[in-house]
């Protein structure tokens, strides 16, 4: 079964571009979300989309979007981009069991995104 | 403030050498813990989840145990292919599923 897939694996960007990065979660999987990890900061929860639905966002400003397809597959896009933007940024899945759900996430190899 | 500290940040092992690393938590509810293990250059990978203390997860040379405020990753006869960034995360209770908070981890290395 194939993994968590992500694309571009490495992006270079100036400040005040707009980036979209993409997501391919495992065959069956409908929940995906999005993580930024920096060397300061660790891993820090984007958003998560189930069925096509943004159901949390996690404490990032609003440059920061995404969406999700009815086959599953996400995308993430940040606007304006900043200097401080530049981070790895991993795209995760889930199995599908409702917004209770307790299994684990498995995640792809994540975008490395440098703004210059 | 719901906070999960990892520690040590770094440790280095002789190969063969056995230890354990650290994941302490505070949290308002815990509905589940997970270890991951990540290689430089790579996302996270899946290794245990634990769900209610006195629970333990077995795994080649890796040991994962659970208390009501911390877990262990216990590790065995360590070879240097273990050498990588392992990293705890918590899913709070209220919180939906892919909403996890993770540690800062801790770097191991193993020495051949």
């Known amino acids: 079964k194939a993994g968590v897939t992500q694309t571009p694996r490495y992006l270079i960007k100036t400040r005040g571009q707009q980036v979209t990065l993409s997501c391919s979660p495992i065959s069956g999987h409908r929940s995906v979300s999005w993580y930024q990890q920096t060397p300061g900061q660790g891993l820090q929860f984007l958003f998560e989309?189930?069925?096509?639905?943004?159901?949390n966002k996690g404490n990032f400003p609003g440059r920061f979007s995404g969406r999700q397809f009815s086959n599953s597959r996400s995308e993430m896009n940040v606007s304006t981009l900043e200097l401080g933007d530049s981070a790895l940024y991993l795209c995760?899945?889930?199995?599908?069991?409702?917004?209770?759900?307790?299994?684990?996430?498995?995640f792809g190899n994540g975008t490395r995104l440098t703004v210059t | 403030e719901d906070q999960v500290t990892q520690s040590p940040e770094a440790l280095r092992l002789q190969e063969g050498e056995s230890s354990s690393l650290n994941c302490s938590y505070t949290?308002?509810?815990?509905?589940?813990l997970f270890w991951y293990r990540q290689d430089p250059g790579k996302g996270p990978e899946f290794l245990f989840t634990?769900?209610?203390a006195g629970e333990e997860k077995e795994k080649e040379r890796l040991k994962a145990t659970l208390t009501k405020k911390e877990s262990f990753l216990h590790i065995t006869a360590p070879k240097p292919e273990d050498s990588a960034t392992y990293l705890c995360?918590?899913?709070?209770?209220?919180?939906?599923?892919?909403?996890?908070?993770f540690g800062e981890g801790t770097q191991l290395t193993v020495n051949p």
């Open positions: 949290v308002s509810g815990l509905r589940g």
């Open positions: 634990l769900y209610s």
């Open positions: 989309y189930f069925s096509e639905t943004q159901r």
């Open positions: 995760a899945s889930s199995p599908t069991e409702g917004l209770w759900g307790n299994s684990p996430l498995h």
């Open positions: 995360a918590v899913r709070l209770r209220g919180t939906s599923g892919s909403r996890l908070t």
